[in-house]
């Protein structure tokens, strides 16, 4: 047998001089990101009436209801139309669903149904794998996130006042909950458990986060501890984006969102790293 074609060692670093089956990888096995982060975006793609089209419909309705109930008032203490504040909230409610589930269920359904194997044996390290899944879900998330303001021009003003802020905020947030998604993928062993992250994680911090209502406008100590929900920080320097207003910092809502999306990101690569209930 050719030894230029022997595996390394295990344990050995990937370099130029590893090989496997005759191919030679670099610092990052491109080829096989790519594909990894190909297969994530065929996955929901191939079930785009339920992966994007069915929170557009979510969208609506919500946007229904809320317009109807609270349409005349003015957005918090602002003189901004409650619409106009009421849109990117749902977007961001939007962008933050759907980058959890598309990584949470793309880790559980593989666990699930055994195939788990097609993307740990292949020659990809802790860091590509933690790459793809989190862009496969920032993906999803900020499709649906764009597509949900742009059905959504009909009934309010969507022209974002600052661009770089707007999409700052939805790329962080894509980030941090495709991340906590993929966390919360690797911990469970079924959809029951996932189910667990979902209700009593994910849908408590966007609904208590500023997304129908201002968070200045809530009697204290509401106020107060409405700035401690993570997810304040994204919806509030998100909507400040389309709006020209925030509640909070800019600035602080910027490196505490950035600084979660790098912890949650290294806690991602860490489990993958380890093998956590991912290797008998």
């Known amino acids: 047998m050719d030894t230029h074609t022997l595996p390394p060692p295990a344990g050995a670093p990937r370099t130029v001089a590893n090989t496997l089956a005759g191919r030679i990888y ?3 096995n491109w080829l096989g990101l790519r594909t990894l982060i190909a297969r994530e975006l065929k996955r929901f793609w191939k ?8 929170p557009l419909m979510q969208t609506l309705l919500y946007l229904a209801v809320f317009a109807v109930a609270w349409g005349g008032r003015s957005w918090g203490l602002t003189d901004v139309p409650y619409v106009d504040g009421l849109v990117p909230g749902l977007a961001m409610m939007a962008i933050i669903s ?19 194997v097609d993307f740990l044996m292949p020659p990809l390290s802790a860091f590509e794998l933690t790459t793809a899944f989190i862009l496969g879900a920032s993906a999803r998330g900020l499709i649906v996130g764009l597509v ?6 009909p009934f309010a003003h ?7 802020v707007v999409l700052y905020f939805a790329l962080v947030a894509s980030v941090i909950f495709g ?18 992250v979902t209700n009593f994680v994910v849908t408590p911090l966007m609904f208590l986060s500023g997304t129908f209502y201002s968070i200045d406008a809530l009697p204290e100590p509401a106020r107060t501890i409405g700035h401690y929900n993570p997810v304040f920080f994204l919806i509030d320097g998100f909507r400040a984006g389309f709006i020209g207003h925030a509640d909070a910092s800019l600035l602080v809502s910027a490196l505490v969102s950035g600084a979660v999306a790098a912890a949650l990101c290294w806690v991602c690569w860490a489990l993958l790293n380890s093998g956590y209930r991912l290797k008998a």
């Open 26 to 28: 670099g610092p990052v």
């Open 47 to 54: 079930v785009s009436a339920q992966t994007l089209i069915a």
């Open 98 to 116: 759907n980058a959890f589930q598309n990584s949470a269920s793309s880790m559980v359904i593989a666990k699930v149904q055994g195939n788990a």
């Open 148 to 153: 949900s303001v742009l059905v959504a021009a």
């Open 158 to 164: 969507v022209a974002p006042a600052n661009v770089i």
């Open 179 to 196: 991340a906590i998604g993929l966390i919360g993928g690797i911990w469970a062993d079924k959809f029951d458990h996932l189910a667990a």
